[in-house]
């Protein structure tokens, strides 16, 4: 689970007030005003404190815009850092139109990333799956070694320990795996079994099938990028095998690990991480 982060008094009035563009439009300079002018705006859930909007202009285009204010800046931040690398690294990703950050606020406008989710009456659901099995392996191709971004186990457990400490984390929410256990128990039990030998790749970071869309074309796109980064490619495996086996069974999980290229599947390793995502 995400620890949810506190947006302050500039973006209060959006939120308790159905989140209405009106209200969060006056935040935005003059030239962002004009270019959403005319334009459908309706509220999205958002994570980490941003304010998120689809945005339809009349000519049936579809964008996005995200706001953040407050504690909710640097998340939006790094999002922005990361999707950027990735677009840089040929990963298709949303690509911003117009971006700002004032001491008011950081906001970003950006395309909408083509494709559809994979959902139950997907046609040829064990294709699709093994195009995103395909999909998923050319990010992990990217060049980790320049980038800047650190997701490893170790940095991810120390994000968990501050949010522990902060109170963040909702034990209600753990799968049923971990009934009965707090966040600290689960954080201890993970420091003390930290895999020895990392295979580090670049990672999304949030490898649910929420955040990967198959494009008409095949290929897979990402949304929300903000926790990707250098590290062990179960980051990503072990929470997307475990979404496809729960959503759309065996089939469907070994079908993905097929296209991806696994040749022996470490359960030890998927279960740490999977662990390791109750604290995210």
């Known amino acids: 689970m995400r620890a949810k982060c506190p947006v302050d008094r500039y973006l209060l009035l959006a939120m308790e007030d159905q989140l209405r563009f009106e ?15 005319g334009d459908e705006v309706e509220p999205m859930l958002g994570m980490g404190g941003a304010l998120v909007f689809r945005v339809l202009d009349p000519a049936g285009g579809r964008k996005y815009l995200k706001l953040a204010s407050g504690l909710g800046v640097q998340p939006l931040t790094q999002e922005m850092a990361r999707t950027e690398w990735l677009s840089s ?21 950006m395309t909408a990333v083509a494709g559809r989710h994979l959902t139950l009456d997907t046609d040829d659901l064990l294709g699709t799956v093994h195009t995103m099995g395909q999909g998923l392996a050319r990010l992990h191709s990217a060049p980790s070694a320049n980038c800047p971004f650190d997701e490893t186990p170790q940095t991810r457990l120390e994000r968990a320990r501050e949010a522990i400490e902060q109170n963040l984390l909702d034990a209600s929410q753990f799968d049923g795996r971990n009934s009965g256990v707090t966040p600290s128990m689960l954080y201890q039990r993970l420091v003390s079994a930290i895999p020895a030998c990392e295979d580090i790749v670049v990672v999304h970071g949030d490898a649910t099938l929420s955040n990967m869309l198959i494009g008409p074309d095949g290929e897979l796109g990402f949304i929300d990028c903000g926790h990707s980064g ?7 495996l072990a929470v997307i095998e475990a979404e496809l086996l729960t959503e759309f069974g065996r089939d469907a999980a070994e079908c993905f690990k097929d296209a991806y290229g696994i040749r022996e599947w470490d359960d030890r390793k998927a279960a740490f991480f999977r662990d390791l995502y109750e604290l995210f």
């Not at 250098?230 to 990503?236: A, I, N, Q, T």
């Open 23 to 37: 209200n969060v439009v006056r935040l935005l300079p003059p030239d962002w005003q004009a270019a959403l002018a």
């Open 89 to 109: 690294h040929h990963i298709r990703v949303p690509r911003f139109l117009k971006k700002i950050c004032t001491r008011r606020i950081t906001a970003v406008l």
């Open 230 to 236: 250098r590290s062990d490619r179960y980051v990503d």
